[in-house]
C-alpha cells in the first residue's frame, strides 16, 4: 500500500510541502503520498492521533505546533532534544519519534546553495519561537563570531539564551538583545525567523543593522516580505527567502522517513521556474 504523510499547520494552504516531497518520492521511486492538513489551533493532538489510526507513517509539522510536537513525541533524535522543538514525526506502532530538521536545513542553504560562510561571522537571529529553537544549535555549532538573538519579548529571547548557553562555543558571544538595543550594531547575516511575513508585518527592527556585504535570510518563502523590503533598502548585498531551507530540511525529512537521501538543487530550481 502507498505510505501516507502529510504536513500539519494553521495556516497550511501556502506550503510547498507536497509538492518537494512529490517530487523527491519520484526522484527515488518510492510509494508514497503526502498532503497538506489544516489542524485546529487547539486540536494538535487528536489530529495526530486521528493520522495515526488512519495509518498515516509521519508528518511534518509547522507554525504553531512545534513545541507541542516536541512535548507529544515519544522519543527524540539529539538534534530535537537539544532544539526542544520538532517539525518531523515518524509514526510506529512503539511509539512517535521526534526529529528537527529546521536548523540543519538553513545551514545547508546558506552555506551550500548561497555559498556564504557562517564561521566567524555576526548573527543577527530575529525571532524566539519554534523555527528559531530549530536553528539555533546548527548555527552556533558553525562558530560564528557572534550570534545575537533579539525578540518583540525580550523574556523568550533569554530563555533561548539560557537553555542553548552550554552549546555556544568559547569564541562565540551569544546573547539576547531587545529590538531598540540593536541600535548601532550591524551584522553579516539577519535571518527572520518569526512568522511576520505571513501577516504583511516587519519586525520592529532599528536601521542600520546591515554590514558590508551582509545576507539578509527570511524563512518566509514564495513572496517579498516587509523584511526583505526593509534590508534591500536598507544596503545588504544579498536577500535570500526560506524556499532552499524548506526543501533542504524536507530532505533530511526525508531521510529520517525513507532512509534515502534526495538531491534538493533539481526540486529548489524547479519551485524557483
Known amino acids: 500500500m502507498t505510505d501516507l504523510y502529510a504536513v500539519l499547520g494553521n495556516p497550511v494552504a501556502h506550503s510547498k510541502s507536497p509538492l518537494i516531497h ?6 527515488t521511486g518510492q ?4 498532503g497538506a492538513i489544516l489542524a485546529p489551533l487547539d486540536g494538535f493532538a487528536a489530529t495526530i492521533g486521528r493520522l495515526r489510526m488512519e495509518g498515516y507513517r509521519g508528518c511534518n509539522v509547522t507554525v504553531p505546533f512545534k513545541f507541542e510536537a516536541f512535548s507529544l513525541s515519544t522519543s527524540h533524535t539529539e538534534r530535537a532534544e537539544i532544539a526542544k522543538t520538532v517539525n518531523t514525526l515518524k509514526f510506529a506502532e512503539e511509539g512517535v519519534f521526534g526529529d528537527n530538521t529546521d536548523g540543519a536545513g538553513l545551514v545547508a542553504d546558506i552555506r551550500n546553495n548561497h555559498h556564504v560562510a557562517i564561521s566567524d561571522k555576526r548573527i543577527l537571529l530575529v525571532g524566539a519561537g519554534g523555527a528559531a529553537w530549530g536553528a ?3 548555527l552556533l555549532a558553525e562558530m560564528p563570531e557572534r ?3 533579539s525578540n518583540r519579548t525580550i523574556a523568550k ?13 568559547r569564541k562565540t558571544e551569544f546573547a539576547a538583545r531587545a529590538f531598540d538595543a540593536l541600535a548601532g550594531e550591524r551584522f553579516d547575516i539577519v535571518i527572520n525567523a518569526t512568522s511576520s511575513g505571513l501577516k504583511d508585518e516587519l519586525p520592529a527592527l532599528p536601521q542600520g543593522l546591515f554590514a ?9 518563502y514564495g513572496k ?8 534591500i533598502e536598507q544596503g545588504a548585498e544579498k536577500i535570500a527567502d526560506g524556499l532552499g531551507m524548506l526543501v533542504e530540511q524536507a530532505a533530511e525529512s526525508f531521510f ?4 534515502i537521501r534526495p538531491e534538493t538543487r533539481p526540486v529548489i530550481e524547479k519551485l524557483k521556474s
Open 22 to 27: 512529490s517530487e523527491f518520492a519520484r526522484q
Open 31 to 34: 510509494d508514497m503520498d503526502y
Open 136 to 138: 539555533l544549535f546548527p
Open 147 to 149: 550570534l545575537i538573538i
Open 157 to 169: 529571547a533569554e530563555e533561548a539564551v539560557r537553555v542553548f548557553s552550554s552549546r555556544a562555543r
Open 212 to 220: 558590508e556585504g551582509s545576507l539578509a535570510y527570511d524563512m518566509m
Open 224 to 231: 517579498k516580505t516587509p523584511f526583505m523590503t526593509f534590508a
Open 256 to 259: 529520517f522517513w525513507r532512509g
